[in-house]
Structure formats: C-alpha cells, structure tokens
C-alpha cells in the first residue's frame, strides 16, 4: 500500500509517497471542478473528501488520480467534516452528523443526530476504544459529545 502524504487547497489535492527528499514529486488533481475542499479523511484504501454544503462527498483511491464517479451510488450527502473513526466513516454537515455507508449514503439506522441548539456546528471528530469523541461550537462555546459505538 505504501505511504502517501495528501495535501488539499481550494479544488485541487495532490499527494507524494516520499516526503523526504529535497525537492518532492507532487501528484495533483481537481476533486470536484469550482467546489473547495473543506475536509479530507482516510481509511487506509481510500481518500475521502468533504466540500461543505456545496457539493457531494467525493473518494478517490490512495494513488489514484480521480474521484470515483460512481460513488457515492445512492443520494449527494454534503459534508463540512468527514472522518474515519472507530472503523465507521462520519460526516457533520453545520448542526447534523452522522455516519456514511458504503454507498456513499446516510444511514438512517445508525448515527444520525441533530444538535437542538440551530446556531451549533460539529468541527472535528475521532476514534477511542470506548466510542467515538465529536467536538462541536454553539454561540462560542466548545463542547464535546461522546458516541457510544459496539
């Protein structure tokens, strides 16, 4: 599988699998045409990027030099955040997070919450052995949520 190093700014993400010589080799392509990248996650096999509520959650292959344009296969969920955590891959978009299938999809029948409170946003997301830790802001106030996952 190698090691990669993954970098994105604006539409683009480029990666190098030796970041230590003097002058590294970039590898650079356009993630979703005019849409910027707000988030990039991965589980070891596959990159997945998030572009806020402007475009669809996108993934490409480690290596690859493309979105997969077959995923996701079922619906256009949007995300500001996306993380692998806890084996799961989860998605927050402003007050709402939740965990993503294989599909590409929400899944209904697991994570799926949203915070009461309209003004909170969900920014960062991990992995623990107990569950799942998400950190959230609401009216400049930070706070931290845990999932319980078995």
């Not at 002058?23 to 996650?41: C, H, Q, V, Y």
Request: aromatic letters at 8%; charged letters at 10%; a negative charge.
């Amino acid at each position: 599988m190698g090691i990669y190093l993954y970098a994105a700014h604006g539409e683009k993400i480029a990666f190098i699998t030796d970041p230590t010589p003097a002058s590294p080799t970039w590898t650079e392509f356009t993630a979703r045409a005019g849409k910027n990248l707000t988030d990039i996650t991965s589980d070891g096999a596959n990159i997945y990027m998030a572009f806020g509520s402007t475009a669809a959650i996108a993934k490409a292959s480690l290596s690859g030099t493309a979105i997969d344009g077959s995923w996701p296969s079922s619906g256009s969920q949007a995300a500001d955040i996306i993380h692998v955590a806890a084996g799961r891959l989860i998605g927050a978009l402003a007050g709402n997070i939740f965990e993503i299938g294989s599909n590409g999809a929400k899944l209904g029948s697991s994570l799926d919450y949203t915070t009461p409170l309209a003004s909170t946003t969900w920014v960062s997301v991990t992995g623990a052995p107990s569950g799942i830790y998400a950190a959230a802001n609401t009216d400049k106030t930070g706070s931290i949520y845990h999932i319980g996952v078995s």
